[in-house]
């Protein structure tokens, strides 16, 4: 099997994220690697920079991952992991501007096909053009 | 000018104390015009600094200015994190090049502008640059005189108290639209809460 680009969902609840990754799992199956978190350090409403770099870790993948992020906050912490990353990883990784559940599962179905990163984030951007 | 290890030490136990003992007012000023969590994330990220204060107090401040700002990434959970954060990365990054007091205006506007970058805003979006910049402009035009710290302390108020009016163009508070105006900015007001501590503690210590 050839490697597909993987995906993260963060959200500010991890029952969101974890729900979005189950919906993936279910619609496209076990071949993309999907990785999710939520809640903040202390376990409330809110995200973690260290629980998206495990994520991002777990999802890895040498064609990249695409991130998946419900509200501002989601999306500037995981900006931030980005770049906190090692160099060669930074390239890789990509936040994507859609809705998060329509994003993940449009996302990871693209990316089973075997696409490139940025083909990935296209179609998963396509949701929010409009 | 170096800071001396007590003096650092001082400022950043006075910031931190400040923003934890500040955490009610930030939260009711987030829950006017964002999700009402700038408090209690603020408060955890400056009880983790302050964890830290002893291995602070003996960086060189380049190193100790991005551990605060490391700390606050990791343990904020907000958007506020990497804001301050990177404030904090980006002055620390600064300051390796750079004097004090001649360079203070290059070293905190290279943390201004790294809040600028992260937030992709600018000052009159009613958010934290409201008072960083104005800061940083009194910090480049009175730079030296007696009074200053005076003058950085009252720039900070009047700038908070100037983004009432404002209507959000940026972060959570932008979804209120207009029913944002009449509200002082959380992240205005908890920059306004730093400036003013470290005013205070530096006053102090004259």
């Known amino acids: ?113 075997g696409s490139s990163l940025e083909q990935v984030r296209a179609v998963a951007e396509e949701l929010s053009a409009g | 000018m170096s800071v001396q290890p007590e003096t650092l030490k001082s400022l950043v136990k006075a910031a931190a104390e400040q923003l934890i003992a500040s955490a009610p007012e930030l939260t ?47 343990t904020v959970g907000g958007a506020s994190g990497p804001l301050y954060g990177s404030f904090f990365l980006a002055a620390g990054e600064a300051m390796r090049s750079r004097q004090l007091p001649d360079d203070l205006a290059d070293v905190f506007g290279s943390g201004v502008g790294a809040v600028s970058a992260r937030g992709r805003s600018r000052p009159g979006e009613k958010t934290m640059l409201d008072v960083l910049v104005p800061v940083l402009e009194t910090l480049k035009a009175e730079v030296g005189r007696p009074d200053l710290i005076e003058r950085i302390r009252t720039t900070a108020s ?12 940026k972060g959570r508070a932008s979804f209120l639209g207009a029913r944002s105006v009449g509200h002082v900015d959380p992240g205005a007001r908890s920059s306004c809460l730093l400036v003013h501590a470290v005013c205070n503690t530096l006053e102090a210590r004259k």
């Open chain 1, 1 to 113: 099997m050839s490697d597909t680009v993987g995906i993260v969902i963060v959200s500010h609840s991890q029952d969101i994220a974890k729900g979005t990754a189950d919906m993936v799992r279910q619609m496209v199956g076990s071949e993309v690697k999907v990785a999710f978190c939520g809640g903040n350090p202390d376990g409330g409403l809110g995200t973690s920079v260290s629980l998206i770099l495990d994520a991002i870790g777990s999802a890895w993948s040498p064609k990249g991952v695409a991130i998946l992020v419900d509200l501002g906050g989601a999306e500037t912490n995981s900006e931030m992991a980005v770049e906190m990353l090692q160099p060669e990883r930074r390239n890789l990784v990509v936040v994507c501007n859609a809705p998060i559940v329509e994003g993940a599962v449009m996302a990871a179905t693209e990316a089973a096909g």
């Open chain 2, 28 to 74: 009711a000023l987030d829950q006017a015009i964002g999700d009402g969590d700038h408090g209690t994330n603020m408060k955890r990220g400056f009880e983790a600094v302050l964890g830290k204060l002893n291995e602070i107090g003996v960086q060189p401040l380049d190193e100790a200015l991005k551990t605060i700002g490391k700390t606050l990434v990791m």
């Open chain 2, 158 to 169: 009047e700038a908070v108290a100037r983004t009432a009016p404002m209507q959000a163009t």
